[in-house]
């Protein structure tokens, strides 16, 4: 655990915050930091990928590595900053520069290969994460391995690295609602909504899987919304996925219903619903 000097913090955090209210000035900051010990230089890097806009993240780390090239911690700052920026070609390439260089360890290639699959190379990500020992066992690591082995339609692996992957995390409800997504497309819907609840107990706030689960219901025929945490605006917008999940199964008239107790149900105008309803009643006259 670091412990850098007070009044170096005090420094630090000063030109990080002024940095932040003037949209950062890039030279300033640079030259701020010249000669600041490392430890309080490894602070200011931490902040750059946790606030602001990602896309400054990217440009202080590139000024940084101009400066002091080959330094593996820059470049994985880079890296993690395109990602967030969603520059996913460009952070392919900056992890596949981390993983060339000496210092890079497993979870770099693991880093690099989430960056693979965002950039839809699904099939280098799982050469990267082969090459991988079996005793790296991370919650990221087998996140990804599930996602391949979905995209492989490789259902008893995806079941096996799913499951290994929420024994790995305090935090699992977007990996069970990633699992419950990939039951869904199996038409295993009581599975399906099995973890979609799962994931809403870890996670009240994860609408995502809310929404998941009132397909999974709908599949199956079951057009009530379960007894949810949620707001005005998320149930109307629950009962417009409900309704369009009935008209897909062929229940045109319950999904009509559903459709107009969603207009009445949002606050505001709700256009979407209106829309879907609209087309509906058009089409059975036509």
């Known amino acids: 655990m670091r412990h850098p000097i007070v009044v170096s913090l005090c420094v630090t955090a000063a030109v990080a915050l002024s940095a932040c209210e003037k949209g950062i000035d890039k030279e300033a900051v640079d030259r701020k930091f010249q000669g600041v010990n490392v ?45 967030k920026a969603k520059r996913a070609s460009e952070a392919k390439i900056a992890w596949a520069a981390v993983v060339d260089h000496k210092d890079s360890n497993n979870g770099d290639r693991v880093n690099l290969a989430d960056a693979m699959i965002r950039a839809n190379d699904w099939t280098g990500a799982q ?96 057009y009530t919304l379960p007894v949810l945490p949620m707001t005005q605006v998320e149930r109307a917008e629950l009962l417009h996925t409900m309704g369009l999940a009935a008209v897909k199964r062929g229940d045109v008239e319950i999904g009509k219903g559903l459709l107009r107790d969603a207009i009445e149900t949002h606050p505001q105008h709700f256009d979407a619903a209106a829309r879907s309803l609209r087309a509906l009643e058009n089409n059975a006259s036509g």
Do not use: C
């Open 127 to 222: 050469t990267v994460l082969n090459a991988i020992p079996p005793t790296h066992e991370t919650f990221k690591r087998y996140r990804l391995e599930a996602m391949i082995a979905d995209s492989n339609k490789d259902w008893k692996k995806a079941d096996s690295f799913y499951e290994t992957a929420v024994g790995l995390t305090t935090t699992p409800a977007s990996v069970l609602n990633n699992w419950g997504y990939s039951k869904l497309t199996r038409g295993a819907h009581a599975d399906a909504e099995r973890l979609f609840l799962d994931a809403i107990r870890q996670d009240r706030t994860l609408f995502t899987a809310k929404n998941n689960l009132v397909l999974a219901r709908g599949a199956q025929g079951n």
């Open 39 to 83: 430890v309080d230089e490894t602070n200011l890097n931490e902040v750059m990928l946790t606030v602001g806009d990602p896309n400054e993240a990217v440009a202080y780390f590139k000024r940084a590595l101009e400066q002091d090239p080959g330094r593996i911690d820059l470049m994985r700052g880079q890296a993690l900053s395109l990602v």
